[in-house]
């Protein structure tokens, strides 16, 4: 069983096109995946009134015919913690941890996509860190490759260092490609943290259309699959 939970530095960093795109290319790659959203803030409200993920809708534009499951929808963008109280609810990590057993034996690769942080507050005592704990799943972090975001990643992966997680390493996001300034700001994020960046992609423009397959070939070729999963593939020996 492969499993993965990510999450990301900051707000916008286009984590869910790195989740669904993960999803999407180990399913291509002959893996029976699923991508699970335990909380989704700003969830979506239909006609009939009932709310649905946003996110969870972007993976049906990657694949489809792939499975997806959520626990919570919360129609505030606020963090879960604030989300959920305006609601009138107090989020459970047994209720969480119990969706993902109903399902878990049903896959080869799950992909757990996260809230906005290592310390978004989830309920009034714990944060994310401590649901990922809680969930046993290592964890991938998602940043920009903007040198703005450099201080958030470095303190967001020497928090996952030193908060005992499983950590398989970091994917920066960009929209233009990476500039000469950008590069030298993942040197430096490998030299201030001792970790290497596990590849970069391509979050995607809200205002442009995308190729699903674009993104699954831009997973393949750029990002390092088989380091964020500890596994070998054979059909990626090639790349």
Sequence with gaps: MLELYVTETEKNTGKIVLSAGLAGTMQALGYCSTLYKPIQTGALEQKNGLLKSGDLEFMKYVDSYMETYSTYLFKSTSSPVIAAALEGVEIDFDLICKDYSMFYKNYDCILTDGTYGLSTPITR???????????????????????????????????????????????????????????????????????????????????????????IANIITDVDIQKIFDVGIEKLQNY
């Design 125 to 215: 005592k714990f944060t994310e860190t401590d649901l990922i704990k809680r969930m046993g799943l290592p964890v991938l972090l998602v940043a920009p490759a903007e040198s703005a975001s450099i201080n958030n990643t470095i303190m967001s992966i020497q928090q996952a260092q030193n908060s005992g997680l499983n950590f398989r390493g970091t994917v920066l996001s960009t929209t233009e490609g990476m500039c000469e300034e950008e590069s030298l700001t993942t040197r430096l994020i490998e030299e201030y943290t001792g970790t290497k960046i596990c590849g970069i992609f391509n979050k995607l423009k809200d205002d442009v259309e995308f190729n699903p397959d674009d993104i």
